[in-house]
Nanobody, 120 residues
Framework: VQLQASGGGLVQAGGSLRLSCAASGRTYATAWFRRAPGKEREFVAYIRWSVGSTAYADSVKGRFTISRDNVKNTVYLQMNSLKPEDTAVYYC?????????????????WGQGTEVTVSS
């Protein structure tokens, strides 16, 4: 399965962006991770395709929304009320199976990343 992430860009604090992750095939779960400059890659959100259940990191809860389009085989990350600390390269990832979807080790496929910069 190949994943193609897009939608990053430069936005002012308080603004919004929507990231997209287009997949060539279906996965059990799809997630977004991010890596800020000088930091390790961290979990942002995931969604399970079959039931649509979602989970978020505390740092983005209430501001970000993950969703899926079954027809387009695409996962979205709507990011609102962006803060400078959201600046990072965002990666989408797909898992064939598993349960600990907060962990990057659970994922089998990774997209190339899309850069988000939030200015203050």
């Amino acid at each position: 399965v190949q994943l193609q992430a897009s939608g990053g860009g430069l936005v002012q604090a308080g603004g919004s962006l929507r990231l997209s992750c287009a997949a060539s095939g279906r996965t059990y779960a799809t997630a977004w991770f991010r890596r800020a400059p000088g930091k390790e890659r961290e979990f942002v959100a995931y969604i399970r395709w079959s039931v649509g259940s979602t989970a978020y990191a505390d740092s983005v809860k209430g501001r970000f929304t993950i969703s899926r389009d079954n027809v387009k085989n695409t996962v979205y990350l709507q990011m609102n009320s962006l803060k400078p600390e959201d600046t990072a390269v965002y990666y989408c990832a797909g898992a064939r199976a598993g349960s600990d979807f907060y962990s990057r080790r659970e994922y089998d496929y990774w997209g190339q990343g899309t850069e988000v910069t939030v200015s203050s």
